[in-house]
T-cell receptor
């Protein structure tokens, strides 16, 4: 149980285009979903926290107009990188909490590697 | 605010060696503690957790004990395998200093196990 999927697993796009990444909790209802960014050989940086039906809460320094987060249902959250630029290239990972293990335990998706040319 | 400090890596061991990865934390309140593992090219997987002092989390031969007196949550395994090669992250949540449920991660420790 507690499986989280992400799609796509890898995406290459041209500079200036927008990219949407989906995060789904497959076997539990996720009251909260989190979006992280991970640079090579570094730890995860929390970008934002989203609760179903509410606006996302962004961490300091994260541009909410650039990284649009939608949490439309208890099993789906999306991250849209708008007008992507090469510096947005990174590994984006989502997580979800709210399963049987409780709200404090996060289950992570496999990540999406974004390369902006 | 809350913080997690892990021993610096990378750590390189031979198969069947004993593993310890140190983790200490600073937090207000009563945090829950976690170890996550990230295999190459993959997302994080929950390895084990402990939610209160003196709790021991265990999974796949790995163990960690929540030590409130030393604010530590060291990861141990008696006999590592090549398949344990990965990055290990210590993390906490619920410390009270930040939003409920938000994870604070350590910097990660790269483990490489040779045959």
């Amino acid at each position: 149980g507690a499986v989280v999927s992400q799609h796509p697993s890898r995406v290459i796009c041209k500079s200036g285009t927008s990219v949407k990444i989906e995060c789904r909790s497959l076997d539990f209802q996720a009251t909260t979903m989190f979006w992280y960014r991970q640079f090579p050989k570094q730890s995860l940086m929390l970008m934002a926290t989203s609760n179903e039906g509410s606006k996302a809460t962004y961490e300091q320094g994260v541009e909410k107009d650039k990284f649009l987060i939608n949490h439309a249902s208890l099993t789906l959250s999306t991250l849209t990188v708008t007008s992507a630029h090469p510096e947005d290239s990174s590994f984006y990972i989502c997580s979800a909490s709210g399963g049987l293990a409780g709200v404090e335990t996060q289950y992570f998706g496999p990540g999406t590697r974004l390369l902006v040319l | 605010g809350d913080s997690v400090t892990q021993m610096e890596g990378p750590v390189t061991l031979s198969e069947e060696a004993f593993l310890t990865i140190n983790c200490t934390y600073t937090a207000t309140g009563y945090p829950s503690l976690f170890w996550y593992v990230q295999y190459p090219g993959e997302g994080l997987q929950l390895l084990l957790k402990a939610t209160k002092a003196d709790d021991k989390g265990s999974n796949k031969g790995f163990e960690a004990t929540y030590r409130k007196e030393t604010t530590s949550f060291h990861l141990e395994k008696g006999s590592v395998q090549v398949s344990d090669s990965a990055v290990y992250f210590c993390a906490l949540t619920g410390g009270g200093g930040t939003s409920y449920g938000k994870l604070t991660f350590g910097q990660g420790t790269i483990l490489t196990v040779h045959p």
